[in-house]
């Protein structure tokens, strides 16, 4: 391949901003297909994103001779499903996170990847933009000294009725489709970023239950890990707390400081040493995958290594699943 041609599945809201431009802004890169099963919405954004075919059936995109690597950007519970497909076409697929609804589907695409020798990257794509990127350098040149612990505050006031009726919102907290609620959404993001900061675990744990019945899926989920680094995680997520109660903090404690960051918020990340605060703010990139985009166009193009292997999204599924297992 000297250029990748994406086939989108799943051309929903994710693929607006975040994502879908960015196919086109890439080196060696180009977005000429997008499938929704809604075939009108499907020809409005290709029409809208200049993209020259749309589908209204995966199988035609995936089967479409110029695409030659497929983004899949369908909710959890068809990933497993289009990826098997896109590798058995002989195409690299690049999946959404969470990369499927439990970590027995993880492992399998991990298998079907090793056998088709089909190359697979799974989108936790914040460990490639340079606001991650800064707090993983500055842990390893020692800004903290010794990583000691680590710990996750995220809670956020519950969602309306409102909300709650609209396809786009409700479907996150379906565990037929997400795999559980709003934690399945959500956290893949904030432990990703703990696996590339600390590295590979020795023990999982944690507790989750469903506290205010809004919906069936669990709504506050308490987790912690060990890495093998030594390293001692704790996270605590609610969805159900007051407003003035919202937030979003990941504190990292070493022998000599603290950097404190938020993963959702705006990027700005406060580092505390000797007493001392330093004050680093980030601009988000425009489209938030493009860092990570331009990352998987080198690894198909085979002129960089894998940002984020199945592997790894599969040991991120494997957290989620121990954080949540009743």
Request: aromatic letters at 10%; glycine letters at 8%; a negative charge.
């Amino acid at each position: 391949m000297q250029t990748i041609h994406w086939g989108i599945i799943g051309c929903g809201d994710v693929t607006e901003l975040k994502s879908g431009p960015a196919f086109a802004k890439v080196a060696d890169s180009r977005l000429v297909a997008v499938m929704r099963r809604d075939g009108v919405k499907a020809q409005d954004y290709a029409r809208r994103h200049n993209v020259p075919r749309w589908y209204n059936d995966a199988s035609k995109l995936i089967q479409d001779p110029e695409v030659n690597a497929i983004y899949i950007a369908t909710p959890p519970d068809s990933h497993e499903h289009y990826a098997l497909a896109a590798m058995e076409a002989g195409k690299p697929a690049y999946i959404e996170k969470p990369m499927t609804t439990t970590h027995a589907q993880a492992v399998n695409l991990v298998k079907a990847s090793h056998d088709t020798n089909i190359k697979v990257v799974v989108a936790h794509y914040r460990r490639a933009q340079p606001y991650f990127k800064k707090i993983k350098s500055l842990l390893d040149e020692g800004a903290i000294g010794e990583v000691r612990f680590a710990r996750l505050s995220f809670f956020d006031k519950p969602l309306s009725q409102e909300a709650l009726q609209t396809e786009k919102i409700a479907w996150r907290v379906d565990p037929a489709i997400s795999g559980g609620g709003l934690f399945h959404d959500l956290a893949p993001h904030q432990l990703d970023l703990a696996y590339y900061f600390f590295g590979d675990v020795v023990t999982i744990q944690g507790m989750a239950t469903n506290q205010s019945k809004q919906y069936g899926a669990d709504d506050i989920v308490s987790g912690s890990m060990l890495f093998q680094s030594g390293v001692l995680f704790e996270g605590l997520w609610c969805f159900t707390v007051d407003e003035s109660e919202t937030k979003d903090s990941f504190e990292i404690i070493g022998s000599e400081g603290k950097i404190t960051f938020s993963v959702f918020g705006k990027q700005i990340i406060y580092l505390t040493r000797n007493g001392k605060e330093s004050v680093l703010p980030f601009e988000a990139p425009t489209h938030v995958q493009q860092p990570m985009i331009e990352e998987v166009v080198s690894y198909f193009l085979g002129k960089g290594p894998n940002p984020c292997t199945a592997s790894e999204g599969a040991r991120i599924m494997e957290m989620i699943d121990k954080m949540t297992q009743k």
